[in-house]
């Protein structure tokens, strides 16, 4: 993605971005067919799937089922930029030995790169989850960002599975982004935390060189082909403070990336503005990835 960014910042920035670990759900589950027989009929308000690549932002109860072919699909789930992902699955029936399969991913799958980078799982992040035969979802699912992948292969016709999907609020900001939007972090005191999300920059008493000062707070702006962090270029780092100044930037790459970094000792909040770069929006002030690096 092209970006073209302006941004306010308010503070040196830390971050907002953790894994909230899976939470134990209620009995939700019962894998006799008589139950599953009354549920399909009292969760009547529900969406059934039929394409295999999807993309939803409504809270909501899903319904998949197999057609028999043997393609892995895909149920991209984005909730707002405040926001988490939760999944409760109500049904499911995926028979391993008929080669089906169900996974969730924290977070995206996108041009072969995971969403957000390993390096901002933390220690205890647990990315991927598969399920299938008497390996049944018995947990609620509860993404670290506003973001989440169900992944599916389902060879048999009839078999499937119904979710429930909703967007509690989250405490830690880590979000996928749409074309324009303004946007603010703010982070209470949190330690080992990063937020991985896009672009940023500031001016007059903020500083550009953080590892210098031995800053433990600071933003990083990165840019790419794709979200892998060992790939993308660091253009940019910034900390200290300024209040309420604008300093614009155009960031000619793949992917574009914020990460903010934080030593748990301040409370830290920055507002940025993004969109997709014009011609009318170019600025002097320019980062560019190598050509191969730049979007088709």
């Not at 006799?32 to 009292?42: I, M, P, Q, T, Y």
């Not at 972090?185 to 330690?191: E, I, Q, T």
């Not at 503005?273 to 014009?278: H, K, P, T, V, Y």
Request: glycine share 10%; with cysteine; proline share 5%.
């Amino acid at each position: 993605m092209i970006a073209s960014l302006a941004f306010l910042l308010t503070s040196c920035l830390a971050t907002a971005y953790g894994y909230v670990p899976d939470q134990p759900a209620a009995s939700y589950y019962y894998p006799n067919s008589e139950f599953n027989a009354g549920l399909e009929k009292r969760h009547t308000a529900k969406e059934e799937l039929t394409e295999c690549i999807a993309m939803r932002s409504d809270a909501g109860i899903y319904q998949v089922h197999g057609t028999g072919e043997e393609s892995a699909c895909g149920l991209f789930l984005v909730g707002g930029m405040d926001t988490q992902v939760e999944i409760e699955f109500l049904n499911f029936d995926v028979d391993c030995e008929d080669g089906g399969v169900v996974g969730i991913l924290d977070g995206w799958e996108q041009n072969g790169s995971i969403f957000p980078p390993v390096e901002d799982m933390g220690k205890t992040g647990i990315r991927h989850t598969t399920y299938c035969g008497p390996n049944r979802p018995k947990q609620l699912f509860r993404s670290s960002g506003n973001m989440a992948l169900v992944q599916y292969r389902l060879p048999v016709p009839g078999v499937g599975f119904i979710i429930r999907v909703t967007y509690p609020l989250n405490p830690h900001v880590m979000m996928m982004y749409p074309e324009k939007l303004t946007f603010t972090y703010v982070n209470v005191g949190a330690r080992d935390l990063k937020t991985t999300a896009l672009q940023l920059t500031g001016a007059d008493h903020t500083s550009r060189h953080c590892a210098e000062k031995n800053k433990g707070d600071k933003v990083e702006v990165r840019g790419g082909g794709n979200f892998e962090m060992v790939n993308m270029q660091l253009f940019q780092e910034l900390c200290g403070f300024h209040p309420l100044i604008r300093d614009t930037h155009s960031v000619m790459c793949g992917a574009t990336m914020v990460r903010l970094v934080s030593s748990g000792h301040y409370d830290n909040t920055v507002i940025v503005e993004n969109e997709l770069l014009s011609e009318e929006s170019v600025t002097v002030q320019t980062f560019m990835c190598p050509l191969d690096e730049l979007p088709v």
